[in-house]
């Protein structure tokens, strides 16, 4: 369990993680040594794991991205995952229940490197088949 002084402080890091220490105390009502504490604290208790980087508005929506159903030969998965992880235009990948095995999110800057790395993807070692869906727009996002 976190306390609401702690979630305050996840909430505040999730808006910017850049936020200094000096800022998150002030907004807090908390010393600067207790802040960076509660972080140190929160990272080694594996609440927070990394800070992200986020694409600002104007270059994600110039972003051509798709969602991308791989089926995966059984015995070569984990060195496929592996490959997979190795793209890095493939922000995401799930292991999913169904036809397919894997949904990896791909984000590409044009049509021609989202169509360069469908075929890396479907020219992997244990990679079955594929099926992309490139999106259109975004409806809303949470």
Do not use: C
């Amino acid at each position: 369990m976190i306390s609401k002084q702690d979630e305050k402080l996840l909430s505040i890091l999730r808006t910017n993680a850049r936020t200094s220490v000096s800022d998150l105390a002030r907004a807090l009502s908390l010393s600067r040594s207790t802040v960076q504490s509660r972080i140190s604290k929160l990272e080694s208790n594996g609440v927070i794991k990394g800070y992200v980087v986020q694409y600002g508005s104007e270059f994600s929506q110039n972003l051509v991205s798709a969602h991308v159903s791989i089926k995966v030969k059984q015995k070569l998965t984990t060195k496929t995952n592996l490959e997979l992880k190795q793209i890095s235009q493939i922000s995401e990948l799930y292991a999913i229940s169904g036809e397919h095995d894997l949904i990896a999110i791909v984000q590409a800057q044009s049509l021609e490197q989202l169509s360069r790395i469908l075929d890396d993807i479907g020219n992997l070692d244990g990679v079955e088949r594929t099926n992309s869906s490139v999106l259109l727009e975004t409806k809303f996002k949470r």
